[in-house]
């Protein structure tokens, strides 16, 4: 079936740089995109969604990329605070209107 | 503003006993429910959601079941408890369904 991937499982960033963390997804009838940030022992937060008739929206220092051509998400974190180390999960809205999560991707700030 | 509640936030659990997790949702009516499980450094793999009360669907084949006896109160059951049972388990809510999943903290599982 169809699925959501990421590219990369971790993802170390020193502390004020810029992150980004990237998903690539299979299905072409998606129209809809969250991601959600999940810190230990909790359950996963809001962050940002985008719309499949947007390229790009912008959030307090994230941004989500959309590339339908090559179905391809993107979240950037920018100046990434210690704060901001957790895994970090993009979900889609399927044909049936149920959302499907990627496995994760755990994002650590180096002091 | 909207809240979710689940409990209990940890659980241990001999294999065979029964099970009941239960979630709650506040500040919002007729919300799209669902439960998750979490593997450990997994995604989340839908297992129930509900579009009303006393209305499940159930995405995958389980030991579990789920029901839905008041508007904002959903839970997740077991008759026997089997060892492959534990995980994270997560309640969610959305005002409707693909619309974004609002989460509870989750249920640490663990059968012995």
């Known amino acids: 079936g169809e699925s959501v991937g990421l590219h990369l499982p971790t993802l170390s960033v020193q502390e004020g740089d810029n992150s980004i963390i990237n998903c690539a997804y299979s299905n072409s009838a998606s129209d809809y995109f969250i991601w959600y940030k999940q810190e230990s022992g909790k359950g996963p937060q809001f962050i940002i969604d985008?719309?499949?008739?947007?390229d790009k929206r912008q959030g307090q220092r994230v941004t989500v990329l959309l590339n339908k051509t090559v179905k391809h998400l993107s979240l950037q974190i920018a100046a990434t605070q210690p704060g901001d180390s957790a895994v970090y999960f993009c979900a889609e809205r399927s044909n049936d209107y149920k959302l499907s999560f990627g496995a994760g991707t755990t994002v650590t700030v180096r002091a | 503003s909207q809240t979710i509640h689940q409990w209990p936030a940890t659980l241990v659990q001999p294999v065979g006993s029964p099970l009941s997790l239960e979630c709650t949702v506040e500040?919002?009516?007729?919300?799209?429910l669902y439960w998750y499980r979490q593997a450990a450094g997994r995604g989340l793999q839908l297992l129930f959601y509900?579009?009303?009360?006393?209305?499940i669907s159930s995405e995958v084949p389980q030991n579990l079941s789920a029901s839905r006896p008041q508007d904002r109160q959903f839970i997740l059951s077991s008759k026997k408890l089997l060892l492959s049972d534990s995980g994270f388990y997560l309640c969610a809510w959305s005002t409707r369904v693909g619309q974004p999943q609002h989460f509870g903290d989750g249920t640490r599982l663990s059968i012995l």
């Open positions: 509900s579009v009303g009360i006393g209305q």
């Open positions: 985008i719309r499949s008739n947007m």
């Open positions: 500040g919002t009516s007729n919300p799209n």
